[in-house]
């Protein structure tokens, strides 16, 4: 016999920062936002928990007979990721993205796991994965409120946390919903550098800079000086909220080397050796160019307009067989050019660089 008790204080133990406990009812609002966005388009093809609603939304699936979800949030924010490095072009990874905090959330998760099957209990870690609406869980298990960015805030860190569960078939008592923090504030709505919080908690796919960057084909062109400086994922509507304000105390360090990559390295460096650096991050089809098509975008919007070496290899590959490339090659050396004439700077370098 293990209580929820227990199970919350081995998963505290274990770095996680809340730990709550609910049920294997189906998430029926969830269930409804994930068929609503589809229907208009707002899931932008995504597969992910919108490709089988009916599974994402109902644990009772997860195990033969799933009676408890022990929901789990990690924290990852860390300090001051500090300015770009100078004298070279860099995009800025999202935080989340600069360690695998996936790795370390399933490692805590599968201590209580481990306490779960030592007293004769069934469990199945679920983290990120297609078989589950993560903060739906997180929301009812009472780890905090679902915000108006659709981010799930745990009370006294704020967004900044990776979530996860663990199904059980052991019976234990549930959690109380947090209450709402998000008051009067709106920041997130009005911080969007594109507008994809289209409604509290809606996020229009479509216009989400974080899905642009993992999506294949062309960046799309009315986005792309708005991308700024991002080449993995986008922090804006989190580095904005006040209850996610810096890193919490015991956060999971972010590596502050992590969250700038060199561009002109990133487009010289072999797919081999790319996809072993960045492997872990979302790359369409595992296909580098994808990473390289980013950092073009980026490169034409953080790039000195008038760097040699920057303009040569984008000359390059602007001339260049690969027209996936050569287009984006060809479209940062136009915004350079806007750039270093005073024309282009409405969207301007993104968040921290070149400060
Ligand atoms: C698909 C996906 C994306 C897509 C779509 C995001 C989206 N909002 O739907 C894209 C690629 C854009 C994305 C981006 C990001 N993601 Co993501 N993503 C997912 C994934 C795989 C599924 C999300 C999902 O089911 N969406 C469907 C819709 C219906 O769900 P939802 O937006 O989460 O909806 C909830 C709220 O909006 C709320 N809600 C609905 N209506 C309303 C109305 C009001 C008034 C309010 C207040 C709330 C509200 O209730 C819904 C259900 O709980 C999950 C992992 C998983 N398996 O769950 C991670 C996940 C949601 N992502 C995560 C992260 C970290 C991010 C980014 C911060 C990464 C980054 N820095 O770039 C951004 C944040 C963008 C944002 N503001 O949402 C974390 C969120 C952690 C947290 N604290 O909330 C998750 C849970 C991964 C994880 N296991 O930790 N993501
Ligand atoms: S991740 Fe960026 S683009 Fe997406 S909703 Fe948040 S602020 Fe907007
Ligand atoms: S920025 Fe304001 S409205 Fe948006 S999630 Fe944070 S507290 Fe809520």
Redesign the pocket.
């Known amino acids: 016999m293990v209580t929820a008790a227990e199970l919350k204080r081995i998963g505290l133990d274990a770095g996680l920062v809340a730990v709550g406990v609910t049920g294997a009812e189906t998430?029926t609002?969830?269930r409804d936002?994930?068929e609503a966005?589809k229907a208009e388009g707002m899931?932008a093809g995504?597969s992910?928990?919108?490709k089988d609603p009916a599974r994402?939304t109902e644990p009772a699936r997860l195990l033969p007979d799933t009676r408890s979800l022990v929901v789990g949030?990690l924290p990852y924010a860390g300090g001051d990721l500090g300015a770009a490095p100078a004298g070279r072009p860099s995009g800025q990874v999202?935080?989340?993205?600069t360690d695998d905090h996936?790795a370390l959330l399933k490692a805590a998760l599968g201590e209580i796991s481990t306490a779960l099957r030592a007293a004769g209990h069934r469990s199945r870690i679920v983290?990120?994965?297609?078989a589950?609406?993560?903060?739906?869980a997180?929301?009812r298990a009472g780890l905090g409120w679902?915000?108006?960015?659709?981010?799930?805030?745990v009370p006294g860190h704020g967004?900044?946390?990776?979530?996860?569960a663990v199904a059980t078939d052991a019976e234990l008592d549930h959690d109380e919903l947090v209450a709402?923090g998000?008051g009067t504030c709106r920041r997130?709505l009005d911080a969007c550098p594109t507008g994809?919080?289209v409604?509290?908690?809606?996020?229009d796919?479509r216009r989400?800079l974080?899905?642009m960057l993992?999506v294949e084909g062309p960046f799309p062109v009315e986005h792309r000086e708005a991308l700024g400086g991002r080449l993995y994922?986008?922090?804006d509507?989190?580095e904005v909220c006040p209850p996610s304000r810096r890193g919490p105390e015991g956060a999971v360090g972010v590596d502050a080397t992590a969250a700038w990559v060199d561009l002109l390295d990133l487009l010289d460096s072999p797919d081999d050796e790319l996809l072993a650096r960045h492997g872990r991050w979302y790359v369409p089809r595992r296909d580098p160019r994808y990473l390289r098509r980013n950092a073009l975008v980026v490169m034409g919007n953080v790039a000195e307009p008038d760097d040699a070496r920057v303009l040569s290899r984008l000359t390059t590959l602007a001339e260049g067989d690969d027209e996936l490339l050569a287009e984006h090659a060809s479209w940062a050396l136009r915004r350079l050019a806007d750039r270093r004439a005073g024309t282009g700077a409405a969207a301007g370098p993104g968040p921290g660089v070149g400060e």
């Open positions: 998430f609002q969830a936002a994930i966005r899931h995504m992910f928990t919108f994402s949030a999202a935080r989340y993205a996936y983290a990120d994965d297609n589950l609406v993560d903060r739906a997180a929301v679902a915000g108006r960015s659709a981010n799930v805030l967004s900044w946390v990776v979530l996860g709402d998000c997130c994809a919080i409604a509290p908690g809606v996020v796919a989400c974080a899905w993992q994922g986008c922090d509507c989190q």
